[in-house]
């Protein structure tokens, strides 16, 4: 590790863990988990609301079970 590099290498040396990739990890397990995006924007510190926008991600799988749940419900099927 080089002196003032905030990277630490985990395993592979082509895989670097750094500060603002613990933070990206951090923020979307805790959105994932249904935590309320003011706590989260609390606890990061962020002033801006739209910090936390980029952690709302759609997962494939999520999006196809949840579109195959709420289909009966419409009554399509």
């Known amino acids: ?6 990277n630490v ?6 895989s670097c863990i750094s500060t ?8 979307t397990h805790m959105r994932r988990s ?4 003011e706590f989260i924007q609390e606890l990061r510190g962020d002033v801006r ?8 991600h759609i ?3 999520e999006l196809r079970e949840s ?3 709420h289909i009966p419900q419409l009554g399509v099927i």
């Open 59 to 61: 997962d494939k799988k």
């Open 9 to 14: 290498v985990i395993g592979d040396p082509g």
């Open 20 to 27: 603002y990739c613990c933070r990206h990890w951090f923020t």
């Open 49 to 56: 609301k739209e910090a936390i926008d980029i952690y709302d």
């Open 67 to 69: 579109y195959l749940a």
């Open 34 to 37: 249904g935590m309320p995006r």
């Open 1 to 6: 590790m080089i002196p003032g590099d905030r």
